[in-house]
């Protein structure tokens, strides 16, 4: 292969790199508010459940009341088992970093989400 070859296929391979580094910056925004909407939604749900739990006591009726505390449990758990995972494989969960090694280093702002996600 002549050298002319060779600096080609590795000036291809740069900006192919180059391309999917950007793609990967893409992907970790989206994923950085896909999470950012999914804390939104479970604290908005949350709140309405206990709205409706609150309206439901008023009620008397207490059926309907149990149903909707299985579920408040379920949902937040599940999001914060996700989190949790990451966080334990190596990655930041937090707003600062999202999505990058930790490096093997507790990372406070990490800390500090997990704690409220709890
Ligand atoms: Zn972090």
């Known amino acids: 292969m002549g050298k002319k070859k060779i600096l080609e296929q590795v000036?291809?391979?740069?900006?192919q790199i180059g391309g999917l580094y950007e793609q990967l910056g893409d992907l970790k925004n989206r994923l950085?508010?896909?999470l950012e909407e999914n804390h939104r939604l479970t604290s908005e749900n949350r709140h309405l459940r206990n709205r409706l739990d609150a309206e439901?006591?008023?009620d008397g009726s207490t059926d309907d009341e149990e149903q909707v505390t299985d579920k408040t449990r379920d949902?937040?758990?599940e999001g914060y088992d996700n989190?949790?995972?990451?966080?334990?494989e190596g990655f930041h969960i937090c707003n600062v970093h999202f999505g990058s090694p930790r490096e093997d280093e507790d990372c406070l702002f990490c800390l500090l989400f997990l704690n409220k996600t709890k």
């Not at 000036?11 to 900006?15: F, G, H, L, R």
């Not at 989190?83 to 334990?88: C, I, M, P, T, W």
Request: no cysteine; glycine share 10%; hydrophobic share 35%.
């Open 11 to 15: 000036s291809d391979m740069a900006e």
């Open 32 to 34: 950085g508010s896909l």
């Open 56 to 58: 439901t006591n008023e």
């Open 75 to 77: 949902i937040p758990g």
């Open 83 to 88: 989190l949790a995972r990451l966080y334990e």
